[in-house]
Every structure is written in structure tokens, then in C-alpha cells.
């Protein structure tokens, strides 16, 4: 009796191809990265070569056709609109997941949580429109122009909202129930409980949500650019119009050209390093996974 | 009480009284021969660093029934593992030693793994019918190791299922779904599953403890039936269900932190003249 | 004693009244902002929404007519980003699941990348579409260098959610299937993939979901033009484009672009809420009978 003979056909060989051409497909997705950061790098290299990187910090103002480049004016505004944003989303965050899991009944925290979802899965184009279209008139009668810094800190705010409740949900859903048994058992009240066990407990997811939406903030496009005026000015109060750096691009790819374009292409590194950082230091708290 | 052996030993035919029937016998010796079928020598294995199994050496006899006995976490299910590489499957296991197979190295790296585990089947301590259909459970694996031939697929279920004697119970509804059966049938169809691919050895990790007296005690009936044919290893926490069963019996303990075979015999021996104190005191229930 | 404990528990009481009238209102500020945002849409989108207005073209940049050629684009769009992605993505996903030891340093090299690519500003990804696909690999504006795009952008939801899906199957049949001696690429066929196809489809949906809602990708990828697409090298106006175009660049678009809002926002519901429920219902289904 010959038993184990090990044969070219045999399946073991079979999975290993198969090994083989699967972590080449996993090679390829994580090569996406590499491309993408080579490519803005290699769109922008004539005027990082030219100007230098530190012009577009140091230029008074965003004038390409006249060769000033920069960027602190709609860096500000993207930090300030950011920043806004995520002071009045990351308390309602947390609030709502509080609501869901520890105050509502079951049945009106299933629909809150279902609404939060939904809200999470409007475009940000929606998010924009409805913002000019709505918030924009109604601010406009109390401040003129209606588009400013507060209007894109307003719509920022709904719209990462639910990537705060959604994951400081997960956290609360992950505190152990032998924690609050144990704080039951010592007679804490509910609101005693929550600030000093659930959030304490929580606090490692919630913090990583918050990082994502302010990544998320960071990044979007479209709401702010629709409702925040478009001034490239350095923000001095809540109603001034502002630009950030990802609506310049989107305003300006139509017709840039030249070292205009290449420009734009300095700018989008400068979000992408925004955003790396940010991930980053969420990656470090969750310990090693961000999404999903 | 010298006659047990030999009572155990009957041929695995069994009478017509018999409620299955396992059918003619087609290979191996019609009861346990003293010829060591695996021969495993020095086997030490360790989970990330930390050992779980250390220097077991022992041989186990074509067409018996070997029962592995012991407290929980004393080795038992990784020995049982590394007999058919299931533990390749395990990050971070580490094995050592010695296992031979019919006289050939089940460890050697250019073994082809999947030819070994079809000869070396296994069942789990919870039944694990695929979420296919019955038919499609027993068809899908001998269709992987290349029997194509629709008569023969035919042939090969009924006759399985009627070594486990599942047949009559599901031969109106077998393309119905295998997770729908009751816990003994679902671990009858995963021992049906195994014998289709017509293994020489069958290892049985605790096959009775997720079920309930009565299917326990069907699905022991059926492992006695298969000595003989089949070269059975069994972990059992059930001292008595081993002592029905099986014809040599190894005592697995901890010591230093890690499991190892503390004696190994023929179970009437083990049972009743233990060489070893720990073995005494555990079988006797003082201990474990 | 009496006394300390009364004293605390006027305390906790006090506390406990804020934070729940706090958390009350913040859920109501919350529920009351959405439903504002989405009856607004219902309302005005819903007067102008029609047969018609789904089939046939925008005429006067959109002012009138329908969005019958946007949806075309919008859905050949989402064709090309799904078959880029998802043959990729599910390799990816089983190969993370299945192929690598857990701890692997390539492993974790491709998971990181992964979760830095799923926080790439979309903008940004237009950027490199537009400099990779459209110029450099030539393509020009088309549905196809936009497809692609989005394919880069919904790779990481994918392969993350499809992972879990994977993850979620239980290791009672990884195990049974070893044992039996079957390849894990038959393993994979006929066990692992068929019963992780809920949460496989759940992963295709957010990332059609994520995909359909997407706008600053697309703008300098497949372009503007509403015209009816008549090949994948054609450029076309998504459905997300439409709305921000009748809205900043059109005067007097608002009322179609309220429609429009309207049917992405009902397409959006249709495909997250299968997501949703595939993911949870399903799944769960399937492995608790096990």
C-alpha cells in the first residue's frame, strides 16, 4: 500500500497557486497606496522643485496666476471647519450612542439607531444641497452672505455625526455587561454608571470614532464647498465665507494648468498627510484596525 | 474476567440481531492485531512556545479501538491532531518527534497532507455537517478526491449511510439540508462522511459528548462496530464508555505545565491492574 | 451613615436629571435635523419626480427635462467600479481570512494600507484618477477612468466587510473540511464562500452604496457631460454630479436638482437597507442552525 504520494497534480500544489495568485491580488489592492502617493508626488514635483515646499506656507495668499502659492489661508479654514465640526458632532455622537444603548426603549432606540444609519448613507452632495438651499437663506437673514465658516461647520457636523454615534455605539456594545452588573450591584444610579464606568471603558473606541470623523471631515468635499462661500481668506469669525484645500481643487481643476495644476497637486498631498496622521493615531488606539 | 479481550474483540460483522450492519468486511484483519498501524515515538508539540504535549511515545494496533483518557487540557485533542497535520492548520503549533503511519513519516514536508487526512479521517466533538444538502455532504468530498462516476457516488452513499445507519431515516430526504437533522444524526452523517473516502484510521475527538444519552449511545454501538475495518482512536472523558470500547487505553496527565502519556496498555490492564498511581487514583475517580 | 448616603444620592439624582434631559435632547436635536433634512427633500423632490422626468433627457443644462442619460452613466459607472473591485477585493479579502497567519508582516502591510486608502479624501482619489486614468493611462474623461476611480475608493469597504463575512463563518467547517482532506480552494468553493455569501453581498451593496453617493471622485474622472453614454469611453455625468451641478452652476436648477436628490436618496435607502438586512438577518440565520 503506497500512501502518501505527492504529485504535481495532487490538490496541495493546486492551493499553493492558489496561494500564490490570491496574494498577488492582495499585493496589487495594497499597491493602490504606493501609486496613488507616487503619482500626486509626480504631478507635483515641478513645483515643489521650482518654488520650494516652503512657499506654500509662507506666500501671503492664493494667487497662481501671479506664482503665490499659498496654502495657510484654506489650511486654516479646513482645520477651523474640521475642528468646528467635530466639536459639535463628537458630544451628539456620543449622546446619540448613550441614547441608543442606555436611555431609549428597545424599540425607539432600534429606529433611532436605524435613522442614524440612514443618515450615514446620504451623500454629501445632498448634505451640501439642502445646506445652500436651506441653512444658507435662513443664517443669511441674521448675517449676510449666509455662506460662511459656520454654515460648512453646521453641515461638516450632521453629516459625521453618525461615523461618531455609529462607532461609539460599537464601543458601548463592547463594554462587558458584568461591568455594569458590578456598578448595579453597588447601587450606582444610571448617570453614575455612564461617567464612571461605561465611558471610561468605551473611551478607547470612542476617541478612535472621533479621529475617523475628523479624518472624514478633513476630507469631504462637496458639502463644504457648497455652503462655505469660497473666499480664500484666513477665517476671523464664525461668519466669514472661507475655502478649504478641497474645494480649491475642485473649483480649480476645471481649468488649471501648468504649475497651477501641479499646484493643486501639492495641495492634495498636504490632505492626504492630514489624513495619514490622523489615521495613524487611530490606528494606534483601536490596536490595529480602523474600518469594518 | 481474562476473557474481556477476546469478548471485545468479536469480529465487526456483528449478528443479524444487530441493528446496523456494517456490511462484509472488504480490508484489515478481522480484529485487533498486534501489528502497530501508527507508531508515534518522542511526540512533543507546543502552542506558541508554550508546551501542551511532551515526549509521548506509543503504538497503536491496526483494526483496534484505542481509547485516550484523561483530564481536560492534558494534550489529548493536539495529539489527536497531529496525527492526521490537522495542527498545521493552528498558527504558532509547533510539533517534534517522531509519527509514522503504516511505516511512512506522517511529518515529512514533502507528504502530500491532503492524501494523509483522506486516509486518516477524524470527527469532532461537535458535529459539523457542511450547510449542504446530505447528499451533497458525502458527494462534495469524494468528488474532490476524484471519484466522478455517478453509480459509484450512489453506491457509496447508500452503503455509508447505512454503516451508520442513518438510511432508512433520511433516504426519503436527502437533498434536504444535513443542519435540519437532530445533533446524533448530524454527528452519524459526519461519521458516514468520513468512511466514504475509505480511511484506514479513524480519529474521534469526544464524538458522544455533545450529544444526548440516547444518540450517545447509538453512535458508541457504531464505533464498536467499526473494530476491525477501521483502526479507531477515541478521546473520551467517558472512563466507563472507554472501558465498553476500547481494547488499549492511554492515561494522559500534566506534568510540568505540559500533557504526556502517563501509561498505556491494554485497557482491561489499565483499568484494572494500572502500573501507575495517578492512573489508579483517576480511574477509580479519586482524581481529575 | 443615614445622612452620607441621603447626601449621595441627592447628588446622583441631580446628575442623573442633567444627563438624561442632555442625552433626550441631543437625540431629538439629532432626529429632528434628519427628518428636516430628508422631509425637505420629500417635499420638494416629490413634486417634481415623474415617470418622465426618469427617462427622458435634461434639456436647458437640466432646468427641465428628466435624468434619463445621467442614470445611464450613473449605472455604468457603478458596473465598471464593480467589476474592478469586486474579483480584487474578494481575493483580497480571502486571502487575509484565509491564506495568511495571523501576525504575518505582509499581512498586516496590506490591511494598514488598506485602512489609509479607505481615508484618502475622495477629492483626492479624483486627483489621482484624473492624473493616472485619465491622462497617463490615456482614457481621457470617460466612464471608464471614473469607474475605476471609484473602484479604488470602494476597494477598502469591501475587502474589510467581506473579510468579516469570512471571519464570521465558523472554524467547525474549516476544520471538518481538513480533515476530509479537501483543498482549501474546494473548501473555499463549496463551503466558506457560499456560506459567507450574505455578508459578501452586504459588502458589495455599502460599496455600491458608497459608491453611488460619491460627487468630488468623479467631477474630473468621467466628467460632465449629460449626454447619453454610448460607450464605456464616453464620458458621463453621474447622478451625484447632476445635483451639485444644477445647484452651484445653474440658476433656476434647483427644483430638478430636489427630484434628483430625491431618487439618489431612494436608490441609497434601497441598497444600504439590503445591505443591512443581508448582513444581519441572513448571516445570523444561516449560522445559528449550524
Redesign the interface.
Known amino acids: 500500500?503506497i500512501?502518501?504520494?505527492?504529485?504535481i497534480l495532487?490538490?496541495?500544489y493546486?492551493?499553493a497557486r492558489?496561494?500564490w495568485?490570491?496574494?498577488a491580488?492582495?499585493?496589487?489592492?495594497?499597491a493602490?497606496?504606493?501609486?496613488?502617493v507616487l503619482?500626486?508626488l509626480?504631478?507635483s514635483w515641478p513645483v515643489l522643485q521650482r518654488v520650494g515646499g516652503v512657499r506654500f506656507f509662507a506666500d501671503q495668499g492664493w494667487y497662481p496666476a501671479e506664482e503665490m502659492y499659498g496654502l495657510a489661508p484654506m489650511l486654516w479654514a479646513t482645520l477651523a471647519a474640521s475642528f468646528g465640526a467635530v466639536l459639535l458632532a463628537g458630544?451628539?455622537g456620543v449622546?446619540?450612542a448613550?441614547?441608543c444603548r442606555h436611555?431609549?426603549p428597545f424599540s425607539v432606540a432600534r429606529l433611532?439607531r436605524r435613522?442614524?444609519?440612514?443618515?450615514a448613507?446620504?451623500?454629501?452632495?445632498?448634505?451640501?444641497?439642502?445646506g445652500?438651499?436651506?441653512l444658507v437663506p435662513l443664517l443669511a437673514q441674521f448675517q449676510p452672505p449666509g455662506a460662511s465658516l459656520l454654515t460648512g461647520i453646521l453641515i461638516l457636523a450632521?453629516m459625521i455625526?453618525p461615523t461618531v454615534?455609529l462607532t461609539a455605539d460599537a464601543a458601548l456594545a463592547a463594554v462587558p455587561d458584568a461591568y455594569l452588573r458590578g456598578a448595579a450591584a453597588l447601587g450606582?444610579?444610571?448617570?453614575?454608571t455612564?461617567?464612571g464606568v461605561v465611558l471610561p471603558a468605551a473611551r478607547g473606541g470612542i476617541i478612535s470614532g472621533v479621529l475617523?470623523a475628523t479624518?472624514?471631515a478633513?476630507?469631504?468635499?462637496?458639502a463644504v464647498?457648497?455652503v462655505a462661500g469660497n473666499v480664500v481668506q484666513t477665517p476671523t469669525s464664525l461668519f466669514d465665507p472661507v475655502r478649504t484645500l478641497?474645494a480649491n481643487?475642485?473649483l480649480e481643476?476645471?481649468y488649471a494648468s501648468g504649475d497651477h495644476r501641479a499646484a493643486?497637486?501639492v495641495s492634495?498631498l498636504m490632505?492626504?498627510g492630514l489624513?495619514?496622521i490622523?489615521?495613524a493615531a487611530a490606528?494606534r488606539l483601536s490596536g490595529?484596525?480602523?474600518?469594518? | 474476567m481474562t476473557s474481556t479481550i477476546d469478548m471485545h474483540c468479536r469480529p465487526a460483522t456483528g449478528t443479524p440481531a444487530d441493528a446496523y450492519t456494517l456490511g462484509p468486511l472488504q480490508s484489515g484483519p478481522s480484529c485487533c492485531d498486534p501489528e502497530p498501524l501508527i507508531r508515534v515515538e518522542n511526540l512533543s508539540l507546543s502552542y506558541d512556545n508554550k508546551p501542551a504535549l511532551a515526549g509521548v511515545t506509543l503504538d497503536i494496533y491496526r483494526g483496534c479501538i484505542t481509547a485516550l483518557i484523561g483530564p481536560s487540557g492534558c494534550g489529548k485533542t493536539s495529539f489527536l491532531s497531529s496525527l492526521n497535520r490537522l495542527t498545521d492548520l493552528i498558527p504558532g503549533c509547533e510539533v517534534e518527534g517522531r509519527i509514522l503511519?503504516?511505516r511512512?513519516d506522517?511529518r515529512a514536508p514533502?507528504?502530500?497532507?491532503?492524501?494523509?487526512r483522506r486516509?486518516v479521517g477524524m470527527i469532532f466533538q461537535k458535529p459539523n455537517p457542511f450547510p449542504l444538502s446530505i447528499r451533497r455532504n458525502l458527494e462534495m468530498p469524494l468528488r474532490?478526491h476524484g471519484v466522478r462516476n455517478r453509480s459509484e457516488l450512489c453506491d457509496r452513499l447508500e452503503r455509508t449511510l447505512t454503516d451508520v445507519g442513518l438510511w432508512d431515516e433520511v433516504k426519503d430526504r436527502l437533498d434536504t439540508p444535513a443542519l435540519a437533522l437532530s445533533g446524533g444524526q448530524q454527528q452519524r452523517l459526519c461519521l458516514a462522511r468520513a468512511l466514504a473516502l475509505e480511511p484506514s484510521v479513524l480519529l474521534m475527538d469526544e464524538p458522544c459528548s455533545a450529544l444526548d444519552p440516547l444518540s450517545s449511545a447509538v453512535v458508541e454501538d457504531l464505533i464498536q462496530r467499526l473494530r476491525g475495518r477501521y483502526t479507531v482512536v477515541i478521546v473520551t472523558h467517558n472512563l466507563a464508555q472507554a472501558r465498553r470500547i476500547a481494547n488499549y487505553a492511554g492515561f494522559f496527565w500534566v506534568r510540568e505545565r505540559a500533557g504526556t502519556l502517563i501509561e498505556f496498555g491494554r485497557c482491561q490492564q489499565i483499568f484494572e491492574e494500572p502500573a501507575h498511581d495517578l492512573t489508579a487514583a483517576y480511574v477509580s475517580g479519586a482524581r481529575g | 451613615m443615614a445622612k452620607y448616603g441621603l447626601f449621595s444620592m441627592t447628588i446622583?439624582?441631580n446628575?442623573?436629571r442633567?444627563?438624561?434631559l442632555?442625552?433626550?435632547s441631543?437625540?431629538l436635536?439629532?432626529?429632528a435635523?434628519?427628518l428636516?433634512?430628508l422631509g425637505?427633500?420629500l417635499w420638494h423632490g416629490a413634486a417634481h419626480l415623474s415617470w418622465s422626468f426618469l427617462t427622458e433627457a435634461p434639456e436647458n443644462a437640466g432646468r427641465s427635462g428628466g435624468i434619463g442619460p445621467i442614470l445611464v452613466s450613473t449605472l455604468m459607472i457603478l458596473a465598471v467600479a464593480v467589476a474592478a473591485a469586486v474579483?480584487?477585493?474578494l481575493?483580497?479579502a480571502?486571502?487575509?481570512t484565509e491564506?495568511i497567519r495571523p501576525g504575518s508582516s505582509?499581512g498586516?502591510?496590506?490591511?494598514?494600507?488598506?485602512?489609509?486608502?479607505?481615508?484618502?479624501?475622495?477629492?483626492?482619489?479624483?486627483?489621482?484618477g484624473?492624473?493616472?486614468f485619465c491622462v497617463?493611462l490615456g482614457l481621457g474623461f470617460s466612464i471608464l477612468a471614473g469607474g475605476l476611480t471609484l473602484a479604488?475608493m470602494v476597494?477598502?469597504?469591501f475587502?474589510?466587510?467581506a473579510?468579516?463575512g469570512l471571519r464570521a463563518v465558523p472554524a467547525d467547517w474549516r476544520n471538518g473540511a481538513a480533515a476530509l482532506g479537501?483543498?482549501?480552494?474546494?473548501a473555499l468553493i463549496h463551503i466558506l464562500l457560499p456560506a459567507a455569501a450574505p455578508a459578501l453581498a452586504a459588502a458589495l451593496m455599502l460599496g455600491i452604496?458608497r459608491a453611488?453617493?460619491?460627487?468630488?471622485a468623479l467631477?474630473?474622472t468621467s466628467g460632465y457631460v449629460d449626454r447619453m453614454p454610448s460607450s464605456l469611453s464616453d464620458s458621463g455625468r453621474a447622478l451625484?454630479?447632476h445635483?451639485?451641478d444644477l445647484?452651484?452652476n445653474v440658476a433656476g436648477g434647483?427644483p430638478n436638482?430636489?427630484a434628483s436628490?430625491l431618487v439618489?436618496?431612494t436608490l441609497?435607502?434601497i441598497?444600504?437597507?439590503t445591505a443591512?438586512w443581508l448582513a444581519e438577518n441572513l448571516l445570523q440565520r444561516r449560522i445559528v442552525t449550524a
Open positions: 500500500m500512501w502518501f504520494k505527492p504529485s495532487s490538490p496541495s493546486a492551493d492558489l496561494g495568485g490570491l496574494a491580488a492582495a499585493g496589487l489592492a495594497a493602490i497606496l504606493l501609486l496613488i503619482l500626486l509626480r504631478e458630544p451628539l449622546a446619540s448613550l441614547f436611555y431609549a433611532y435613522m442614524v444609519t440612514l443618515l448613507g446620504i451623500p454629501s452632495v445632498v448634505f451640501g444641497f439642502w445652500l438651499t436651506v450632521l455625526l454615534a450606582l444610579s444610571r448617570g453614575a455612564i461617567a475617523l479624518a472624514r478633513l476630507g469631504e468635499t462637496m464647498l457648497m478641497t481643487i475642485a481643476m476645471a493643486l497637486f492634495g490632505l492626504m489624513v495619514i490622523l489615521a490606528w490595529g484596525r480602523l474600518h469594518g | 503511519i503504516n511512512q506522517a514533502d507528504l502530500d497532507v491532503q492524501t494523509l486516509q474532490e | 446622583t439624582s446628575l442623573d442633567f444627563m438624561t442632555a442625552i433626550w441631543a437625540a436635536l439629532v432626529a435635523a434628519f428636516w433634512l425637505d427633500v474579483p480584487l477585493g481575493a483580497t480571502v486571502w487575509l491564506f505582509f498586516r502591510l496590506v490591511g494598514l494600507s488598506l485602512d489609509v486608502l479607505a481615508g484618502v479624501p475622495s477629492i483626492v482619489l479624483g486627483l489621482f484624473n492624473a493616472f497617463y479604488c476597494l477598502p469597504i475587502i474589510r466587510t473579510e468579516a479537501l483543498s482549501r480552494g474546494a452604496g453611488m453617493a460619491e460627487t468630488a467631477i474630473y451625484a454630479v445635483i451639485y445647484s452651484m434647483d436638482a430636489y436628490a439618489l436618496i441609497l435607502i441598497i444600504n437597507s443591512l
